[in-house]
């Protein structure tokens, strides 16, 4: 691949736009957000950012909004994603990793139905304590 | 445990938009044997205290880090780079800002291995707290040199917004590219014992 200038993104993004607005919009409204703190991208989170842009646009899915934030407080079960999908409950899964990320998006995203052994929405003992 | 040192920029320029910057400068230079990494921010910077505090891993404020104002990644960082040849340096100045600067000796058997370049760019480029990122990426080598420079701003232009699959898979191909014309200059780091 050639090094993209500005330009050519735009152009890209343009032509992206409307192939876009040609398909329905399948995932509106979905949310992934990918707990990016400290000890989460040393568990790996970024990968599991990574997989989920790829996995997603694999499956044509492209509005889903993915987003970062910082620390959830559940080291022990990072990398952790919170996943909020319309008409389902929001759910935070624990030790996800590009595999888990696959089964996220076919079974809650695509199918609507959750990744049972991955569900985690608990904080850590000891920071419920704290609190 | 860090495994890449992308995970100690990520990490570190994370601290940076924890610390309310408007603006932070990233500067990767690399060599045939060293990466030279600048972070510099105008956030709410540190007095000495707070920096001695910051860089001792076994302080904590016994709160956890579900409310912490600062990363635990600088103590790693400071380990991960003076064990392995490497150097760290930090200057912070109240309310001024915070500038942060290492060397990862790439020949260093120690040096954890470099990871992946544009993917850390586009989690620092898209991370919510982030305002202003200018990011300076250069490699310079027995091969050739290029380098290539990077503004949130003028991609959020293009882009329209960070935050869908769509946008961001662009942003991700534009870093890809960047990355690429680097590749002919790059080098095998061989260990040196
Ligand atoms: S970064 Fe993992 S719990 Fe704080």
Do not use: W
């Amino acid at each position: 691949m050639a090094k993209m200038t500005l330009e050519d993104l735009r152009k890209l993004r343009e032509s992206k736009q409307d192939a876009l607005r040609k398909r329905d919009v399948e995932g509106k409204d979905c949310q992934v957000i990918v707990g990016m703190g400290t000890c989460g991208i040393a568990a790996g989170a970024k990968v599991v950012l990574d997989a989920f842009l790829s996995e997603l646009e694999a499956k044509g899915i492209e509005n889903v909004s993915v987003t970062q934030t910082g620390c959830m407080g559940l080291c022990h079960v990072e990398p952790t994603v919170e996943v909020i999908v319309p008409g389902m409950p929001d759910v935070i899964y624990g030790n996800v990793d590009a595999k888990v990320v696959k089964q996220i998006v076919a079974d809650h995203i695509i199918g609507k139905k959750l990744v049972s052994e991955h569900v985690f929405d608990k904080p850590a003992a000891d920071i419920l304590k704290k609190d | 445990m860090h495994r890449y040192v992308t995970d100690f920029i990520l990490d570190i320029v994370q601290n940076s938009f924890e610390a309310d910057s408007n603006n932070v400068e990233l500067v990767l230079r690399e060599d045939d044997r060293y990466l030279d990494m600048t972070v510099r921010d105008d956030g709410k910077g540190m007095s000495h205290q707070m920096l001695e505090k910051v860089l001792d891993p076994y302080q904590t404020d016994g709160i956890k880090h579900i409310k912490r104002k600062v990363g635990l990644g600088l103590p790693f960082l400071v380990q991960a780079t003076r064990s392995a040849g490497g150097s760290f340096d930090i200057q912070s100045e109240v309310s001024k800002g915070t500038v942060v600067k290492c060397r990862f000796d790439l020949c260093n058997i120690d040096t954890p291995p470099m990871g992946d370049i544009p993917s850390t760019l586009l989690a620092l480029v898209s991370h919510p707290a982030a305002k202003g990122v200018e990011i300076e990426r250069s490699l310079s080598t027995s091969k050739g040199s290029d380098s290539y420079h990077l503004s949130r701003e003028k991609l959020l232009e293009v882009l329209g917004s960070f935050t869908t699959v769509a946008t961001l898979n662009l942003l991700m191909e534009y870093l890809q590219s960047q990355e690429e014309a680097l590749d002919r200059f790059k080098v095998d780091h061989i260990p040196v014992l």
